[in-house]
């Protein structure tokens, strides 16, 4: 069975760091790209960037361009969100999502966790 | 940067049908999922390249693409199906995911 938990989140203040990670299990981690997605309290899902199953592959929205770095670590069947200079506009919860193959591109997300939320207020 | 476009609500009777679109500009060129997401859940892939459903599924849930709209359509409505929709492509131009803004599906 394929399993995906976030942990990570919490409250942080403006321009403050969190790190996000996705523990994943129920399948070959390496053979699969994964994604954060994220939904801001009472509105829709944003893509927030991507990584090839190898890992030598990454995408990114725009908004977080240059202040997040997702990676990955194959070793320990886990995903990574790095985020910097946190904005109240970050707020939202992170959900990490499996792909159903091992590049980003045109890619359908078949597998949910189930989400951790981060706060990024004073 | 692509925007994909859904009604922001659709209500229906129990037994009857749904119909949910996603615009886009020439989204036929494109492949699109569609997730359902009931309150505190996390998201559920429901159909994914236009028209395949999942396992698990159930085949009261169907999908189509063509010209400027996708349509997710829930046959045989049941009170279970209320929840929020969302379409997802994968925009080549940008590089980008891209995923609708989201429909309300209400259950009279």
């Known amino acids: 069975e394929v399993q995906l938990l976030e942990s990570g989140g919490g409250l942080v203040q403006p321009g403050g760091s969190l790190r996000l990670s996705c523990a994943a299990s129920g399948f070959t981690f390496s053979s699969y790209a994964m994604s954060w997605v994220r939904q801001a309290p009472g509105k829709g899902l944003e893509w927030v960037s991507a990584i090839s199953g190898s890992g030598g592959s990454t995408y990114y929205t725009d908004s977080v361009k240059g202040r997040f770095t997702i990676s990955r670590d194959n070793s320990k069947n886990t995903l990574f969100l790095q985020m910097n200079s946190l904005r109240a506009e970050d707020t939202a919860v992170y959900y990490c999502?499996?792909?159903?193959?091992?590049?980003?591109?045109?890619?359908?997300?078949?597998?949910w966790g189930q989400g951790t939320l981060v706060t990024v207020s004073s | 940067s692509y925007v994909l476009t859904q009604p922001p609500s659709v209500s229906v009777a129990p037994g009857k049908t749904a119909r949910i679109t996603c615009g886009g500009n020439?989204?036929?060129?494109?492949?699109v999922h569609w997730y359902q997401q009931k309150p505190g859940q996390a998201p559920v892939l429901v159909i994914y390249y236009d028209s395949d459903r999942p396992s698990g599924i159930p085949e009261r849930f169907s999908g189509s693409n063509s010209g400027n709209t996708a349509t997710l359509t829930i046959s045989r409505v049941e009170a279970g199906d209320e929840a929020d929709y969302y379409c997802q492509v994968w925009d080549s131009s940008s590089d980008h995911y891209v995923f609708g803004t989201g429909t309300k599906v209400t259950v009279l």
């Open positions: 020439n989204i036929g060129n494109k492949i």
């Open positions: 999502a499996k792909s159903e193959g091992s590049t980003v591109t045109n890619g359908v997300f078949d597998y």
